[in-house]
């Protein structure tokens, strides 16, 4: 026989195997499938006001998809958030007109819409929004509502900067005129803006500074640079100003409302000056308290234009969402020039996760925080709420 003759069968052999058809699946055994899964779908969490109330009517969502930008908007990614009264209010409905929550934040930028020209992905930045909505993972703002985070800032201290300071700074510059030798009296002074105000006083040569707080705050308020801290707890802060000042002082920053404005009022010198900013007076409960709200239109301060010509004294109000953009955007450039030179140093009370914005808030509303409360989008440990600085 020949070569060709004894490979005759294996060449058959190997076409028949060639042409067979793929084994088929027996009865129990499953096709096999390709190990490779889909990619997850891109979600973000958000802080949102659920209803008005108390500190369960904040939720985390989880909202799904990423943001669509239109022309001039950003994408930022959220590294940290600020906790503000004004929060506080809204969830209450003291603040009707707002329905959403976070005014300040700061993080890095992570995509452009058409036509943004001077941001580019990768910067840090700072946020404002006035109208809140910033407590996300992600948020879409404009370039006109962000600042650039100068090198060595941190996102904690670019979070604790912005609201406190720029309040603290135009009502002590551009509506009290602050000047050396002169008297300053602060109230709630460990809080963020009270902080944020006695630093910012200390730029003037010879101040002095009364500061109202808890006795356990006095020693952080004074290394702060309060000359004269007072319980208000347990001591008359107007008789006790008058102890150290009987002249009076020439400028009065009041968050409190109610009572405390005729108090403040009367503890001015001549051509003194009373910045009203707020009214946590009203405050007293997790929900709205109609009883605070009624004690405080009551015992309102109230007078007339010969009475205040008469008494040669000043009467402030200042709500920062009404003040010119330009005019924020001006103080907000001379506040990060102090924050490099190291004239201020915002300071972080605690930070606490997205999903601890309820305790969060009662820290705040319960006046435990001595300086600035923030907010994160990571689940933080059981001791997230521990001094950051």
Not at 179 to 190: E, G, S
Not at 207 to 212: A, N, Q
Not at 343 to 372: C, L, T, Y
Request: hydrophobic letters at 40%; one cysteine or more.
């Amino acid at each position: 026989m020949t070569g060709e003759e004894i490979k005759e069968p294996e060449e058959q052999q190997q076409q028949q195997e060639q042409e067979a058809p793929p084994p088929q699946p027996q009865p129990n055994e499953q096709p096999k499938e390709d190990s490779k899964e889909p990619a997850p779908e891109a979600s973000y969490k958000a802080v949102v006001l659920a209803g008005i109330g108390g500190y369960d009517k904040v939720k985390v969502e989880v909202r799904k998809g990423v943001p669509v930008l239109k022309a001039g908007e950003i994408l930022v990614r959220v590294h940290a958030c600020g906790l503000n009264f004004t929060d506080l209010l809204v969830r209450q409905g003291v603040i009707s007109k707002h329905t959403y929550l976070g005014t300040e934040c700061a993080g890095v930028v992570e995509a452009l819409g058409d036509d943004v020209t001077d941001r580019k992905v990768g910067d840090k930045v700072i946020v404002l929004n006035l109208d809140g909505g910033l407590w996300a993972e992600l948020v879409v703002t404009t370039v006109a509502r962000t600042f650039l985070m100068p090198e060595g800032m941190s996102f904690q201290d670019a979070a604790a900067l912005s609201i406190n300071y720029l309040v603290a700074y135009m009502m002590i510059y551009d509506f009290a005129n602050l000047r050396p030798n002169q008297k300053i009296l602060i109230h709630m002074a460990a809080g963020g803006v009270g902080i944020a105000a006695t630093q910012l006083c200390k730029l003037v040569k010879d101040v002095t500074i009364f500061g109202t707080a808890s006795a356990s705050k006095h020693e952080t308020i004074k290394e702060n640079g309060v000359s004269h801290p007072i319980d208000y707890n347990t001591l008359d802060y107007a008789e006790e100003v008058r102890k150290i000042a009987p002249k009076g002082v020439d400028i009065v920053l009041d968050p409190l409302g109610g009572a405390d404005n005729t108090k403040g009022f009367g503890l001015l010198k001549p051509l003194g000056k009373l910045v009203l900013y707020g009214s946590s007076n009203i405050l007293t409960a997790p929900k709205r308290s109609t009883l605070a709200a009624a004690k405080i239109w009551w015992h309102k301060l109230s007078i007339d234009a010969f009475q205040l010509i008469n008494s040669n004294k000043a009467v402030c109000g200042f709500q920062l969402k009404n003040a010119d953009p330009e005019q924020i955007a001006d103080v907000f450039g001379k506040l990060i020039s102090l924050y490099s030179e190291g004239k201020i140093k915002p300071k972080v009370d605690s930070v606490w996760s997205f999903e601890q914005i309820g305790d969060a808030m009662r820290h705040m509303q319960e006046h435990k925080n001595i300086g600035k409360i923030l907010l994160v989008p990571e689940v933080k440990t059981a001791d997230a709420t521990a001094t950051e600085n």
